[in-house]
Every structure is written in structure tokens, then in C-alpha cells.
């Protein structure tokens, strides 16, 4: 047997996907995750009981070291349609952050 190891991204999604998804789409959240404020969801995790110290302070350097890990995560649980509005908005707060500009890169409803 061959046992696979648990990944950060997997707890997230076991803890916080089905509901993340099912709450419909948040552009404030992305903008978040985009600028690196993992706060609340590290908070989430910690406060859960589920996971140790060690493992919440894993999961926020992982995010870290790659933001999108934790959009992708969330979104493990989303439909095709779902995930391309989610790609759209992560793509414009690239093109945001390249271009320099402070301003939020747009709303999507």
C-alpha cells in the first residue's frame, strides 16, 4: 500500500471548499488571497480543532510561497464555470500588479 502524503491545499479543501464554493462568487476574497492576506483562513484553520500549530503554520507559509494554491484549494469543490470566473479575476489583479496600478483591476459579478 502506498500511502500518499496530505498536502496543505487538501485540508483547505476538506475544511473550507464545499462551503466556499456554495457561497457564490467573492471578488473581495480573491483580492485577498492575491495580496497575500491569508489571515482568516489560517485563523479558520487553527480555531477548527482539526489541525496542530505546526500544520496551520505549514499551511500559511505554503500560501505564501504561492497564493494561488489556496484560491485553487477553495475551489476544488467548483464547476467549470465557476473556476473561469475565478481565473479571470486572479488574471486581472495580475495584469493590475504588473501594470502597477493600486486600484482594484475590476468587479466581476
Not at 456554495?22 to 485563523?43: K, M, N
Not at 467549470?80 to 479575476?89: G, I, N, P
Request: hydrophobic share 45%.
Amino acid at each position: 500500500m502506498n500511502a500518499v502524503p496530505i498536502t496543505c491545499g487538501d485540508y483547505v479543501t476538506a475544511t473550507f471548499s464545499r462551503d466556499f464554493v456554495a457561497e457564490g462568487f467573492d471578488y473581495d476574497a480573491v483580492e485577498r488571497i492575491h495580496h497575500g492576506l491569508f489571515d482568516e483562513w489560517g485563523q479558520a484553520l487553527g480555531q477548527s480543532g482539526l489541525f496542530t500549530n505546526r500544520t496551520v503554520a505549514t499551511a500559511l507559509h505554503s500560501w505564501q510561497d504561492d497564493p494561488h494554491s489556496l484560491l485553487e484549494a477553495l475551489l476544488a469543490e467548483a464547476d467549470e464555470m465557476t473556476l473561469k470566473r475565478y481565473d479571470l479575476a486572479w488574471d486581472a489583479l495580475d495584469r493590475a500588479d504588473r501594470a502597477g496600478s493600486a486600484a482594484p483591476a475590476a468587479e466581476y459579478a
